[in-house]
């Protein structure tokens, strides 16, 4: 598995997490190391990180990079 993602706001984590199983991507969301957080109850602040099988990491990659230029524009 490869990290594609790190960041501290989880609702960026499950987005990026929707957009890239929709494009047939199994992706892992973790939260200071435990795996498929519950969305509403956790608040560890060590960040929330993304994993996608070793094949998925270049698309992955593009559609992380793609949602972290339209969260820029919007700044």
């Known amino acids: 598995m490869k ?3 790190k960041g501290l706001y989880q ?7 929707s957009m890239l199983e929709s494009a047939d991507i199994p992706t892992e969301l973790l939260s200071g ?3 498929d957080v ?7 602040i060590t960040g929330f990180t993304l994993q996608v099988p070793d094949d998925c ?3 992955a990659l593009d559609i992380v990079a793609a ?3 339209s969260k820029h524009e919007h700044e």
């Open 3 to 5: 990290q594609v993602y």
């Open 11 to 17: 609702e960026d984590a499950m987005v990026l997490k």
């Open 33 to 35: 190391g435990k795996l």
């Open 38 to 44: 519950n969305p509403l109850f956790n608040v560890d």
């Open 57 to 59: 990491e270049a698309d």
């Open 67 to 69: 949602y972290s230029e």
